[in-house]
Each structure stands twice: as C-alpha cells, then as structure tokens.
C-alpha cells in the first residue's frame, strides 16, 4: 500500500522515512503484531537503543556461511507480511517493531514508541526493533541496507538517540545483557543475548552506518561514556556519560540539529 500517509507510527502519528516505501499496522491491519502476546502496550522507559537484527541470524548456531551482499535492491518478497504472520502464528512472545524487505520497503507492525515489542530479551523495554530480511541463502542486499540505514537516522531524529554503534563485535556485552540503561545508540541483538550469533545482525549493516559516520565505540570499555563526559563538560550540563535530554537540549542549543552529535540530512 502506498499513499501520502503513510510512515512510521510514532505515538499514534504516522512519520515518513524520506524516499522509502512504508506500510504501517494502521493502514493495513494484517501488518500487526499480535497484541499483548507479542508486545505490550505500556513503555515505562524512553527508547533510547534500536536493535538490529536478521531473520535468518545467518551465520549462527550451526549454519556458519558468511553474508551473502548482493549489489542494488532484491526482489519484493512481501517480507513485512510474512513476518507478521509467522509471528502471529506463533505461540512465542516474539516480534519486532520494523521490517525491511529485500527492495527496500519497510514494514511498521507496531507504534515504536508505545509498544514494547519482544525481540530482544532485556534491551526490549528500551528499545525498537527492526528485522532485516536475510534469504535462505544467507542473501542480504546493499540497496536494503540503504534502506535500513535511512529508516534507522529517521528513527534516531524521532527518539533523540545519539548515532553511536559498537566498534566490532565483541559478543555480548553485560551493559546491554541487563537492559541498556546506560546505553544510547544502534545496537545488534548479537551485541545483548548471548543465544545469538555473529549474523545477527552481522557486520554489513555496521560497516554501512559507519560509512555514514555513525560514531564506533567500544561499549565493553565504556568508551562511549568517556567521550561524552567529556562533551557534556564542554556544554556545561551534569557530566555523567549518558547523552539524555538536557545533553540533547544543549547540543541543540549549540546549533547541533535534533541534538544529535551526528548530522544526517
């Protein structure tokens, strides 16, 4: 479905993704998560991580073959749907916020900032979730990782997350293996469940935020932290390593746009 309103669903309002294609829950009802037994509707804490994922996790567990990245975009698979279903179906609590297809549309199975949506064990009350659609052939493709990298600086505007990604993968890491809360940024499930592997999401889809000057941290050594110690010093509010609002605030003050340390267009 394609029509001028369509977008992300935030709060209840629908948020483009500039030059994407978005179907949402509200435009089409069979791209929704199964609510309450995929997701709750009441977020006691503010988002402040996006979590990446794959759908295959590829390579993981037994199946070690590497990324398939194909050039351009990938044929339209009805992705969204098909993991709306599956997950319907399903008697786990299981299920993200987002998925993105191979040609890069975008699916919106439930409001990012209401519904705390099960797929990623403790890093799940602060965060959304998207799921970028891998083939049986461990097949992603570049141009839907474009896609995924403007769906994820949309959602660091909308949410105020500062664009910082791990530096490598490290396996997980206990900061974000007991929920996050000192962490803000783009993260992989791999990176805060110790039941998944290197491919979930693997390196991909890093090595393209980083192309857009996402920052790398090590969050293992709370590299991440010092460097914003040392920022909020500078901008003369409480330096304790975490860039929440008042740290937003006064980038923005400072002319930095959404508040953010790192500008997209």
Same mark, same amino acid.
């Given at each position: 479905?394609?029509?001028?309103?369509?977008?992300?669903?935030?709060?209840?309002?629908?948020?483009?993704?500039?030059?994407?294609?978005?179907?949402?829950?509200? &435009?089409?009802?069979?791209?929704?998560?199964? =609510?309450?037994?995929?997701?709750?509707?009441?977020?006691?804490?503010?988002?402040?991580?996006?979590?990446?994922?794959?759908?295959?996790?590829?390579?993981?567990?037994?199946?070690?073959?590497?990324?398939?990245?194909?050039?351009?975009?990938?044929?339209?698979?009805?992705?969204?749907?098909?993991?709306?279903?599956? %997950?319907?179906?399903?008697?786990?609590?299981?299920?993200?916020? =987002?998925?993105?297809?191979?040609?890069?549309?975008?699916?919106?199975?439930?409001?990012?900032? &209401?519904?705390?949506?099960?797929?990623?064990?403790?890093?799940?009350?602060?965060?959304?979730?998207?799921?970028?659609?891998?083939?049986?052939?461990?097949?992603?493709?570049?141009?839907?990782?474009?896609?995924?990298?403007?769906?994820?600086?949309?959602?660091?505007?909308?949410?105020?997350?500062?664009?910082?990604?791990?530096?490598?993968?490290?396996?997980?890491?206990?900061?974000?293996?007991?929920?996050?809360?000192?962490?803000?940024?783009?993260?992989?499930?791999?990176?805060?469940? &110790?039941?998944?592997?290197?491919?979930?999401?693997?390196?991909?889809?890093?090595?393209?935020?980083?192309?857009?000057?996402?920052?790398?941290?090590?969050?293992?050594?709370? &590299?991440?932290?010092?460097? %914003?110690?040392?920022?909020?010093?500078?901008?003369?509010?409480?330096?304790?390593?975490?860039?929440?609002?008042?740290?937003?605030?006064?980038?923005?003050?400072?002319?930095?746009?959404?508040?953010? %340390?790192?500008?997209?267009?």
């Amino acid at each position: 479905m394609t029509n001028t309103s369509t977008g992300l669903v935030i709060r209840g309002s629908r948020v483009p993704v500039p030059g994407r294609t978005v179907t949402n829950f509200l &435009d089409d009802p069979r791209y929704s998560l199964k =609510l309450p037994e995929d997701g709750k509707a009441a977020r006691r804490h503010p988002v402040q991580l996006v979590v990446l994922h794959t759908t295959k996790g590829i390579p993981g567990g037994k199946d070690k073959r590497p990324q398939d990245v194909r050039p351009g975009l990938g044929p339209n698979v009805d992705a969204e749907l098909r993991c709306a279903r599956f %997950w319907s179906a399903s008697d786990l609590q299981s299920g993200a916020h =987002l998925v993105v297809d191979f040609d890069g549309t975008i699916g919106c199975l439930a409001d990012c900032a &209401d519904v705390v949506a099960y797929h990623a064990k403790a890093m799940n009350a602060r965060s959304v979730g998207i799921e970028i659609y891998q083939g049986s052939a461990a097949e992603l493709y570049a141009g839907q990782l474009d896609a995924v990298c403007d769906l994820v600086d949309t959602l660091t505007m909308a949410f105020g997350i500062q664009r910082q990604i791990p530096d490598r993968y490290r396996g997980p890491l206990a900061r974000l293996t007991s929920g996050g809360a000192d962490v803000i940024g783009v993260v992989g499930h791999r990176d805060g469940d &110790d039941n998944r592997g290197e491919g979930d999401p693997g390196n991909a889809i890093f090595e393209a935020l980083a192309a857009r000057k996402y920052e790398r941290f090590n969050f293992a050594a709370g &590299d991440d932290r010092i460097a %914003w110690k040392e920022r909020q010093a500078r901008l003369g509010v409480a330096a304790d390593g975490i860039p929440g609002p008042a740290t937003r605030h006064a980038l923005a003050a400072s002319g930095h746009a959404g508040g953010l %340390w790192v500008a997209r267009p």
